[in-house]
């Protein structure tokens, strides 16, 4: 922070401008003396001061617009508002989907939606189940509850249960502060399923503490909803006790209670459906009081030194204009002195408009360009400037309905994405619809008047639905080729394995001079049971051979299957098991020409070669199967007992060998040189580390009550 300083230095480059104005009057003074010369004339001589004033004049007023300043003085930003403390259920109960997706995504959905339209209010989050812990103290940062709020689940807490009494404890102990008595409220948002319910003593305390309560209660009231539970392998079952389902329901009795026996409370029922929590906070809370809160922000003003040189500008060009008067000159049809003035109020309307106008001029031409750009097809480049536009704008700079007009459109941007991708990327584009609803909620908001915006509503929400029965329809598709793809590679394992036994049960080429020890021969080598041995040996591979066709036929049904899902611009679909296919002809062809020669014992070693090359062409579709197959299966799992116990070994003799190392050498002779270090423990270091022992303490004493909780949902 300087003591000098232009506010608006970009104005200077208009000093540039000086030099060809004062060569103009310099060459506009000679050749003024050269025609009076030319003339005869007697005139008296215009005076070189008249332009050197001007010049002065104009100088001065180019300084003037880059806003010199001097004495600076920095002031704090004071924020008025109240203290926000979003209190959400975590139980297991709020993983029901009876709202949608389920009630703990819909009441983190109405959090993030809300701390979209806060401004001066500092939040908290608070998350509990059976007890309750502080996800974030009460900051200005938004974006940081926004990040804990995603990490907020059943398992944030210590153990399972419900009761709303932990989190208001929490909340008085590490919370509330005597400064901000009445200041403070606390926006509840549960299903109200209460094991145990204290409300006499939740009542009590947000009375002795002046705190506001917004009860928000989301579920289903009379059919209620089970709660699915995913275990660690992926599957999902729904949550038992004592052998039957467990259904909730939202709680409303309980709910009304609280905010009867709680003054200022308010009970809200957004059962299954979307809801406003930013409305909803903002109607409660229109008649209370705010405070200030202390902020960090602060900005810096200067003592103008633009109008001091406007008025000497001013008086420059008035003293010219006196000089050229006393030289007898005839007076110009345009005063001087209204060209001063003109200058002046010009230059005070520049100095004097605030950055804002400039500012909405630039939003005003980028959103015209965004406009054009998507009317024209190009949605992704609209979709930027809108995003920019977005990003840069400032608080109360533009108007509601004009932030309404370009939620609006980011949410056509939004649609046009998602017809792109809907045939191919069903899951992308379900997730444009999604921010595209958004949008137009967050239109409807800002605008209830703009009717566009909620006619989109109900197409958008048609959209989701087709768009997440089509992913669920294509999941199950992709499960059961899956299962086809593995009954195929259990048939070739079990082709592979029969052809095997059977070219095992063929003998090999014989030795000449060498008699088969177990099989009677005649001289000529032949063994006596050839000829039904053979008929045996063909008989058994034409059956293998129709194995192999019928295994042929079950791979070009799964790859015309598997084809229609891969996307292809060529009209002729793309196959996908082209390689096993043509293996797999290979396979039958050997195992056909395989059948004749194991009539013959003399032509046995041949048919046992072609066996031999159909088991190995059958090893090779497995590959390519196994290889396709595996792709997404984790390859880093240790299962191997027997290595963990070596690695855990090696671990123990490394730390030996370490602590060995480190004993090396005369340590009591050294020690006895070397002081004991300082303690640079500073007071916040010690209290940094009492409260981690704090919470220690408390975890262990949630682990010791957690085995006292009946129903943990």
Not at 50 to 69: K, S, T
Not at 132 to 160: E, H, K, M, S
Request: contains cysteine; glycine residues 6%; proline residues 4%.
């Amino acid at each position: 922070m300087t003591f000098f300083t232009f506010q608006n230095p970009s104005m200077l480059a208009l000093l540039v401008m000086l030099l060809p104005v004062a060569w103009l009057l310099r060459r506009a003074q000679r050749r003024r003396k050269s025609v009076i010369d030319a003339m005869g004339g007697d005139l008296g001589q215009r005076s070189p001061w008249r332009d050197r004033l001007c010049l002065a004049a104009m100088l001065l007023l180019i300084l003037a617009l880059a806003r010199p300043g001097i004495s600076p003085q920095r002031h704090s930003v004071a924020k008025s508002g109240r203290d926000v403390v979003f209190v959400l259920d975590v139980s297991q109960s709020m993983l029901a989907e009876d709202a949608y997706p389920s009630r703990l995504d819909a009441a983190k959905d109405a959090i993030r939606d809300a701390l979209d339209h806060l401004q001066s209010e500092r939040v908290a989050l608070v998350v509990y189940a059976g007890s309750a812990n502080i996800l974030c103290p009460l900051t200005f940062d938004y974006d940081f509850v926004r990040y804990v709020l995603d990490q907020a689940t059943p398992r944030t807490v210590d153990f399972g249960g419900t009761t709303l009494l932990s989190a208001t404890e929490k909340c008085a102990d590490s919370i509330f502060t005597e400064q901000r008595k009445g200041m403070q409220d606390l926006i509840v948002l549960t299903d109200g399923e209460e094991h145990g319910t204290h409300n006499q003593r939740i009542a009590k305390l947000l009375n002795e503490h002046d705190s506001g309560l917004l009860l928000v209660g989301i579920g289903d009231t009379a059919s209620g909803s089970r709660i699915p539970i995913t275990g660690d392998d992926g599957a999902t079952e729904y949550l038992k006790h004592d052998g039957q389902f467990v259904t909730t329901r939202l709680n409303e009795s309980g709910l009304r209670e609280l905010a009867r026996l709680a003054s200022g409370a308010t009970y809200v029922s957004a059962g299954t459906s979307a809801f406003d929590l930013a409305g909803l906070y903002w109607q409660y809370a229109s008649e209370k009081p705010i405070a200030d809160v202390g902020g960090s922000d602060t900005y810096v003003t200067y003592q103008e030194l633009g109008f001091p040189l406007m008025g000497l500008a001013l008086a420059m060009l008035l003293i010219a204009e006196r000089q050229h008067r006393s030289h007898g000159r005839r007076r110009t049809r345009l005063p001087v002195q209204q060209i001063a003035a003109l200058l002046f109020i010009a230059a005070i309307s520049v100095v004097t408009t605030p950055s804002l106008s400039a500012e909405e001029t630039g939003v005003a031409t980028q959103f015209a360009e965004a406009v054009r750009l998507q009317s024209a097809g190009r949605t992704a480049d609209a979709m930027e400037i809108y995003d920019a536009i977005e990003s840069s704008i400032v608080a109360g700079q533009i108007s509601a309905q004009q932030t309404a007009a370009l939620r609006f459109n980011q949410g056509l941007c939004y649609l046009d994405l998602a017809a792109k991708d809907a045939d191919v990327e069903p899951r992308a584009a379900l997730s444009n619809v999604e921010q595209a609803q958004t949008c137009f909620l967050d239109a409807c908001r800002m605008s209830p008047e703009l009717e566009r915006a909620r006619m989109r509503l109900d197409p958008t929400a048609n959209w989701i639905t087709q768009l997440q029965q089509q992913i669920e329809q294509e999941d199950e598709r992709q499960q059961e080729l899956q299962e086809q793809l593995q009954n195929l590679i259990e048939l070739l394992q079990e082709l592979q394995q029969k052809q095997t036994d059977l070219s095992d049960k063929v003998p090999s080429r014989p030795v000449p001079g060498r008699r088969h020890p177990a099989v009677a021969q005649p001289p000529d080598g032949e063994p006596e049971t050839a000829a039904e041995d053979g008929k045996q040996f063909s008989q058994q591979q034409r059956q293998l051979h129709q194995e192999g066709i019928a295994i042929d036929a079950a791979m070009q049904t799964l790859d015309q299957a598997m084809s229609q899902s891969v996307p292809s611009e060529d009209t002729q679909p793309l196959s996908v098991l082209e390689e096993p296919l043509r293996l797999m002809k290979q396979v039958i062809t050997a195992q056909d020409l395989a059948v004749d020669p194991l009539r013959q014992w003399s032509r046995w070693a041949n048919a046992r070669d072609l066996q031999q090359i159909a088991i190995r062409k059958i090893q090779e579709i497995l590959d390519l199967l196994a290889s396709d197959s595996s792709e997404d299966s984790d390859e880093g799992d240790w299962d191997d007992e027997e290595s963990y116990e070596d690695m855990m070994e090696s671990s123990e003799s490394d730390e030996a060998m370490m602590s060995s190392m480190q004993g090396e050498g005369e340590f009591a002779s050294g020690g006895e040189m070397q002081p004991l270090p300082v303690p640079n423990y500073s007071v916040e270091d010690i209290l940094m580390q009492e409260q981690g022992s704090l919470q220690f303490r408390q975890q262990q004493r949630a682990k010791s009550n957690q085995g006292k909780v009946e129903k943990d949902w």
